[in-house]
């Protein structure tokens, strides 16, 4: 158990989709500080970690990511800047399902102080991100969504990506 609440709502979520998440003592610098991606998990040091909703956005890396190449992601997720943006609206989802606060993931430390941009954008329904997220199969747009019987995103048909770069 992990002693914020929120964090441990947000690594609930982590596991019930499927990805594994872990509790250690992170000795070594991390991308951000007390989260560390390993071959597909999330590690969490909690004593160091200064935003739980990092761990969606981290989560998301993992989520978005082809199967292929999730074992091998160590520390970072990498430079892929389309899966950086499918993060981004895969992140918008996960807090939008747990009914938590925009700024408890776009909050002020993170995004290059853009946080309030995203939420902004996502709050007008400017959803970046969604074609990428609908081209592997996770979601659907207002489009598509009626033509397979689905929920537009920000609903998410699968959690994690299951098609690999075709």
Not at 3 to 19: D, E, K, L, M, Y
Not at 101 to 117: L, S, T
Not at 134 to 157: C, I, R, S
Request: hydrophobic share 40%; proline share 6%.
């Amino acid at each position: 158990m992990f002693q914020n609440q929120t964090t441990q709502q947000i690594v609930n979520f982590i596991r019930g989709i499927g990805i594994e998440v872990r509790r250690a003592e992170l000795t070594e610098p991390t991308f951000l500080p007390g989260i560390l991606i390993d071959c597909g998990a999330l590690v969490v040091d909690e004593s160091k970690l200064l935003y739980p909703g990092d761990l969606l956005h981290e989560a998301g890396h993992i989520a978005v990511s082809p199967p292929e190449r999730r074992s091998q992601q160590f520390n970072s997720a990498g430079e892929d800047q389309a899966e950086e943006i499918m993060a981004i609206a895969w992140s918008w989802a996960a807090l939008l399902h747990l009914e938590l606060d925009p700024k408890v993931v776009f909050h002020e430390g993170g995004y290059r102080g853009g946080g309030d941009a995203f939420i902004e954008n996502f709050q007008a329904k400017r959803y970046v991100g969604v074609p990428m997220l609908q081209w592997v199969g996770m979601t659907y747009d207002e489009k598509q969504a009626p033509l397979h019987n689905a929920e537009p995103y920000p609903h998410m048909e699968k959690w994690v990506r299951e098609r690999g770069i075709e």
